[in-house]
């Protein structure tokens, strides 16, 4: 089976400019997670959603940064406009939430490492 | 917030050698995800635990928690070079009144782990 899916691998970009990062969850998952990755910070969880809605979103940085998830099967990250302190890595991940579960263990893709000169 | 330690920040070790890394929270884990990261790749999912004194093992990997919930110790017997990589530990942030969770992931900052044919 395909695991998460996340495109580009690599961007490198120019300070201003507009970026957008890709997900494809795996099939069957009804959650989808965006973290950034620092050396500084470490791991961070962005956004989630679940079924398609935004669920909390008080991880996203700034105004800058918006999320989408127009269907199951495909999410975006878009940074606009973008700046050198955006350069991470980007991860995409994807769980199957069974209502009242207590927990479901979430997948990661392989990320996208942004670079904004 | 819930905080999560992990010691030590790095590790070398010659092969066949046994190792432990641990995770300290500053909360009580109700779930707690062990991920193995290797540079430039998404992390791969090893173990999540759940239960106050519960064990997993995979191969040569062993990962336990703590009876109180709040301490997780990841276990490796007869290192290999296929063992080195970055290892998080990631918790359930919070709790819903439905006892269900967030599923919202706080993670350590990683161990890194070096083994020496």
């Known amino acids: 089976d395909a695991g998460v899916i996340q495109s580009p691998r690599h961007e490198v970009t120019e300070m201003g400019q507009e970026v957008t990062l890709r997900c494809k969850p795996i099939?069957?998952?009804?959650?989808l997670f965006w973290y950034r990755q620092t050396m500084m910070r470490g791991l961070e969880l962005l956004i989630y959603?679940?079924?398609?809605?935004?669920?909390?979103d008080s991880g996203m940085p700034e105004d800058r940064f918006s999320a989408k998830m127009p269907n199951a099967s495909f999410s975006t990250l878009k940074i606009q406009p973008s700046e050198p302190r955006d350069s991470a890595v980007y991860f995409c991940?994807?769980?199957?939430?069974?209502?009242?579960?207590?927990?479901?263990?979430?997948?990661f893709g392989p990320g996208t490492r942004l670079t904004v000169l | 917030s819930q905080e999560l330690e992990q010691s030590p920040q790095s590790l070398i070790v010659q092969e066949g050698k046994n190792l432990t890394i641990n995770c300290t929270s500053s909360?009580?884990?109700?779930?707690l995800y062990w991920y193995k990261q290797k540079y430039g790749e998404g992390l791969i999912f090893l173990m999540m635990?759940?239960?106050?004194?519960e064990e997993k093992s995979h191969e040569k990997i062993t990962a336990k928690l703590d009876e109180k919930k709040q301490q997780s110790s990841l276990h490796i017997t007869a290192s290999q070079p296929s063992h080195a990589g970055i290892y998080l530990c990631?918790?359930?942030?919070?709790?819903?009144?439905?006892?269900?969770?967030?599923?919202?992931?706080?993670f350590g900052q990683g161990t890194i782990l070096t083994v020496h044919p």
């Open positions: 991940a994807s769980s199957f939430r069974i209502l009242g579960k207590y927990t479901d263990t979430q997948y």
């Open positions: 099939s069957g998952h009804n959650s």
């Open positions: 959603f679940n079924n398609n809605v935004p669920i909390d």
């Open positions: 909360k009580t884990l109700y779930g």
């Open positions: 635990l759940q239960k106050g004194g």
């Open positions: 990631g918790a359930d942030k919070k709790q819903n009144a439905g006892g269900t969770s967030y599923g919202k992931l706080t």
